[in-house]
């Protein structure tokens, strides 16, 4: 029988313990990955949520950066409004390559589930938007977009879901007695635009009594325009705000720094309670065999053999419970998901927690090698017994 044998064997002698310690570790090694999961999925996110914008530069009432961000990626609520003769003079100069104007308009519909929800409408062009989105499809290649100020409407994915709507159907607007049709639903995007009801501008104009005013401005640039030297030419336009993409995720990801710092936290005195409860465990151990290991040594066991005996079954120890825990985070991720998104003040759409293979590398070898630095101290401790000393011992 060798050492690996006798290590294995002496954990299963107390199989109660070793299981705890097992779970503790376990937990740990879920914490982690999740965590690590999480900072890069949640990145990834956040940047295909910007690609998706399809605008480099977004002109907006002038307010706090943070609803601004709100309203550009998720369709935030306490909208401002912005002339839109000034948004034509804009869209008119020459560093724009394309220019999309847009009036958000949020409708809450107690109707809609146990306590109500927010519907999103966008009036858009008709022209410029969908030029500015190529990723939006029609679903089963079935409609179009609407003409200009005609009384029709697109629907995303979700929302023709909770509406119940299909081509062909004819809907009514919150506060309207007029019928409008819907000319085409959208595929599935995982973006912001799932969940709107477009229509075209001038008709959300007049429908929501918001005649010569949008909310927002998106403009994509030409390639070889200075995209800093133009905003700072924006920032002196009064009563208006200029929001570039990469503004936007500076500011959603300086939102969740102190969170993420929080967890990180959390995880770090997650993995010193493991390595004392390992610490503890295989020290317990040794105690409990203080006569077995003087026994062993003066059948001529050397202090090398007793110290990797231990270390052994702290390295079994750190090994399954990282294994397990590593699996757990692939099974629950799910879940972890769903916390996340329910604690953060923004949650891009798409996969939050990305594990790939050098985040469970790094967790692994992370979470071993803390479980060996903690069986250290007890290897050496049972290591430097004397046999005599231990035989005496009661």
């Not at 709507?165 to 919150?174: A, I, K």
Request: hydrophobic share 45%; aromatic share 10%; proline share 4%.
């Amino acid at each position: 029988m060798n050492i690996f044998q006798v290590s294995y064997k002496n954990l299963l002698r107390r199989r109660l313990r070793t299981m705890f310690t097992i779970i503790g570790i376990m937990l740990s090694a879920w914490v982690l990955v999740t965590l690590l999961g999480f900072n890069k999925g949640y990145e990834n996110s956040l940047n295909e949520n910007i690609e998706n914008m399809g605008f480099q530069v977004v002109l907006t009432a002038k307010g706090c950066p943070y609803e601004a961000a709100t309203l550009m990626l998720k369709g935030g609520t306490g909208l401002r409004y912005m002339p839109e003769n000034m948004v034509k003079d804009v869209a008119g100069k020459p560093e724009i390559a394309n220019a999309a104007p847009m009036l958000m308009h949020a409708v809450f519909d107690p109707n809609k589930g146990e306590s109500g929800g927010t519907t999103v409408f966008l009036g858009v062009d008709p022209n410029t938007y969908p030029s500015m989105k190529p990723y939006l499809k029609f679903n089963n290649e079935k409609g179009a977009w609407f003409s200009d100020k005609a009384k029709e409407v697109v629907l995303g994915f979700e929302a023709a879901e909770l509406e119940q709507r299909e081509v062909g159907d004819l809907m009514m607007l919150p506060g309207s007695e007029d019928e409008y049709t819907v000319t085409g639903v959208l595929s599935r995007t995982g973006t912001q635009d799932d969940g709107m009801i477009f229509l075209p501008l001038k008709t959300a104009q007049s429908a929501f009594k918001k005649e010569g005013e949008l909310t927002m401005l998106g403009m994509r640039l030409n390639q070889d325009v200075d995209a800093s030297a133009f905003e700072e030419e924006l920032y002196k336009l009064p009563d208006v705000q200029v929001v570039s993409m990469a503004q936007v995720k500076n500011t959603i990801m300086s939102l969740v720094s102190s969170a993420k710092v929080i967890v990180l936290s959390i995880a770090f005195i997650a993995f010193l309670i493991a390595m004392f409860g390992v610490l503890n465990t295989v020290l317990m151990s040794v105690f409990e065999r203080y006569q077995e290991i003087g026994i062993l040594k003066s059948m001529g066991a050397l202090p090398k053999d007793i110290f990797k005996m231990i270390l052994i079954e702290t390295t079994l120890l750190c090994s399954i419970g990282g294994v397990l825990g590593i699996l757990f985070s692939f099974l629950f991720s799910g879940i972890s998901e769903m916390a996340i998104r329910y604690f953060l003040p923004f949650a891009p759409q798409g996969a939050l927690i990305a594990i790939d293979t050098k985040t469970v590398i790094f967790s692994f070898i992370s979470i071993t090698a803390i479980g060996i630095i903690g069986g250290v101290y007890p290897s050496l401790r049972a290591a430097n017994i004397r046999p005599l000393d231990s035989i005496r011992s009661e």
